[in-house]
């Protein structure tokens, strides 16, 4: 138990346009989900935390208005990275957290999405 | 300030030489300490969660064990592919993020 997958696994898209990825918890409904940014050979940084029916809130110094997120449902988070720049090719990984009492603080993450921007 | 710190970046082992990774954090009080293994191009695996000082938990050649100030993951006997890049991340009482530490690179030569 306890599968999160993410869609697209990799992405290649031209400067200007937007791109969405879309993370599932399949066999869990996640009360939380997160959003996360790794660089090669860094660390996870966190960019944002959504619950279900409610809006995401962001870490400081990430722009809400260009990574647009969408928990529309216990099992389906969405991240829109809109008007892309090279500067925002990076792996975006996310996570979900399942509800319930304190043994429930684990996140389990997606595969990561590979996102190029030309 | 919250940190959570590993040590050392990377750790370079002959297969059957163990050893241990170390995570130190500083949190007001700690809800809970997990540790991930992330492999090249992937998201982290869950591997354990820790909540008091003086836990233990196992899984295969792996142990992780907790005190007030650190969290040590003791690999016994490696094998190659145990080669990874090993999480610690800490979630504060009270608090509902999770800071993670920069990781340890592990590799495991045969």
């Known amino acids: 138990g306890a599968v999160v997958s993410q869609h697209p696994s990799w992405v290649i898209c031209k400067s200007g346009t937007s791109v969405k990825i879309e993370c599932r918890s399949l066999?869990?409904?996640?009360?939380?989900m997160f959003w996360y940014r790794q660089f090669p050979k860094q660390s996870l940084m966190l960019m944002a935390t959504?619950?279900?029916?409610?809006?995401?809130?962001?870490e400081q110094g990430v722009e809400k208005d260009k990574f647009l997120i969408n928990h529309a449902s216990l099992t389906l988070s969405t991240l829109t990275v809109t008007s892309a720049h090279p500067e925002d090719s990076s792996f975006y990984i996310c996570?979900?957290?399942?509800?319930?009492?304190?043994?429930?603080?684990?996140?389990?993450f997606g595969p990561g999405t590979r996102l190029t921007v030309l | 300030e919250d940190q959570v710190t590993q040590s050392p970046e990377a750790l370079r082992l002959q297969e059957g030489e163990s050893s241990s990774l170390n995570c130190s954090y500083t949190?007001?009080?700690?809800?809970?300490l997990f540790w991930y293994r992330q492999d090249p191009g992937k998201g982290p695996e869950f591997l354990f969660t820790?909540?008091?000082a003086g836990e233990e938990k196992e899984k295969e050649r792996l142990k992780a064990t907790l005190t007030k100030k650190e969290s040590f993951l003791h690999i016994t006997a490696p094998k190659p592919e145990d080669s990874a890049t090993y999480l610690c991340?800490?979630?504060?009482?009270?608090?509902?993020?999770?800071?993670f530490g920069a990781g340890t690179r592990l590799f495991v030569k045969a």
């Open positions: 996570s979900a957290r399942r509800g319930g009492g304190v043994q429930s603080n684990e996140q389990f």
């Open positions: 066999d869990f409904q996640a009360t939380t």
């Open positions: 959504s619950n279900e029916g409610s809006k995401a809130t962001y």
């Open positions: 949190v007001s009080g700690l809800r809970g």
């Open positions: 820790l909540y008091s």
């Open positions: 991340a800490v979630e504060e009482t009270g608090g509902f993020k999770t800071i």
